[in-house]
């Protein structure tokens, strides 16, 4: 069987709704409108160009080889986080590409 990383973290309660919101975008990417609809863009976050699987607000699972730019990515914005080694299951591999 394969072995993944799952990553549990959140954003501190002390931080500010901007770092927040700074940090959910990075992560997730986020569409984007300007000038009342008329222009509208994506801006792409860190697990657009990594396999996961997120399974609530915080819980995310990542290939092996994946996890330290996530754990940078944790580190650089002050998140509480913490990561493991985990057994994968079939349909896990095949979501993050590991067939």
Known sequence: MRRGTIAIFRIYAKS?????????????GQDTRTHHGKYT????????DIPHIRLIR???IV????????EA???KYGAEYYIRTIELEPSDQKKLKLN
């Open 16 to 28: 500010n709704q901007k770092v927040a919101n700074i940090f959910t975008q990075k992560l997730y």
């Open 41 to 48: 863009y994506h801006k792409r976050g860190l697990l657009e």
């Open 58 to 60: 915080g819980v995310i």
């Open 63 to 70: 290939r092996r080889q994946d996890a330290p730019r996530l």
């Open 73 to 75: 990515f944790l580190k």
